[in-house]
């Protein structure tokens, strides 16, 4: 995985809220947020292995 696509899987929560306007934005917004500390989490993984 490259940078990009660190950062496209780290954004899918909110291109799915864009995308299907959810009638709760709470859950979305925890979603958002798990889905950020593990993507920085495989980022820095990944950086210290290099």
């Known amino acids: 995985m ?8 780290g954004c899918a929560p909110v291109l799915h809220v864009l995308l299907d ?5 709470g859950p979305a917004l925890a979603a958002q ?3 950020g500390a593990a993507t920085l989490g495989l980022y820095l993984l990944r950086a210290r292995t290099r």
């Open 2 to 9: 490259t940078g990009a696509d660190l950062a496209l899987l």
């Open 21 to 25: 306007r959810p009638a709760a934005l």
């Open 33 to 35: 947020a798990v889905t």
